[in-house]
């Protein structure tokens, strides 16, 4: 009896070592895989619309009174009143300027990429590399961005105009975020003709800077 006892428990205890090497191998297994097969990258956190006013003056978003501060959601409705400009911001992927007696409606998605369909008035789009902004009229696409590198565009559409008015700066100068470069028209058609003009500084840039 003692020799079978004796057995057994030598065959417990070989079995006991055994799962502890099991477990410790496993253990040692799991430190050292790289992390990065374990926790995959979370995405980045959806881009917000934030607005600014000139002296914290109101605008209307979707009918209601909206300040300096206050987020503004994809589809809203949003119009400056006279003598008030205001610059929504995505963040990172760029800004909206928005001159006064402007009326449009501003969509976006996750990444800060705009479509923005303007009623009347003018507005900026300043986008970073690989954002698109997309600005429309009643006529259709005015103009859009260009994905490949920071591109800046403003386009015009005044009460009774024919057409949209289309402007891209010239130069890469900037102080601020606001270009102090003409501007020239890329396309004004107006009775089958195309005029060109120059336009002065950014008409937004009295807008608080970031």
């Known amino acids: 009896m003692k020799n079978k006892s004796t057995y057994i428990r030598a065959r417990l205890s070989g079995a006991a070592a055994s799962v502890l090497v099991f477990a410790i191998t496993t253990v040692n ?18 881009v917000k619309a934030i607005l600014r006013t000139v002296d914290n003056r109101p605008i209307t978003v979707n009918g209601a009174n909206a300040i300096s501060g206050a987020t503004v959601l994809t589809g809203s409705m949003i119009e400056t009143p006279d003598q008030v400009s205001a610059v929504i911001s995505l963040g990172s992927a760029g800004d909206l300027e ?15 990429n705009m479509k923005v369909t303007l009623v009347r008035g003018c507005v900026t789009a300043r986008t970073k590399k690989n954002i698109v ?7 259709g696409v005015a103009a859009t961005t260009e994905p490949k590198k920071k591109k800046n565009v403003t386009v015009c559409y005044p009460p009774g ?3 949209p008015i289309v402007t891209f700066p010239l130069g890469a100068a900037a102080v601020g975020g606001h270009s102090f470069v003409p501007f020239l028209v890329a396309a004004i058609i107006t009775g089958g003709t195309i005029p060109f003009a120059f336009r002065g500084g950014n008409p937004s840039a009295a807008a608080p800077s970031p």
């Open 29 to 46: 297994v799991g430190i050292s895989a790289p992390s990065g097969s374990l926790l995959p990258e979370p995405p980045p956190p959806p």
């Open 98 to 112: 928005i001159e006064p007696n402007t009326v449009l409606k501003l969509e976006y998605d996750e990444n800060g």
């Open 133 to 139: 902004a997309e600005i429309s009229t009643e006529q």
């Open 161 to 163: 105009s024919s057409a």
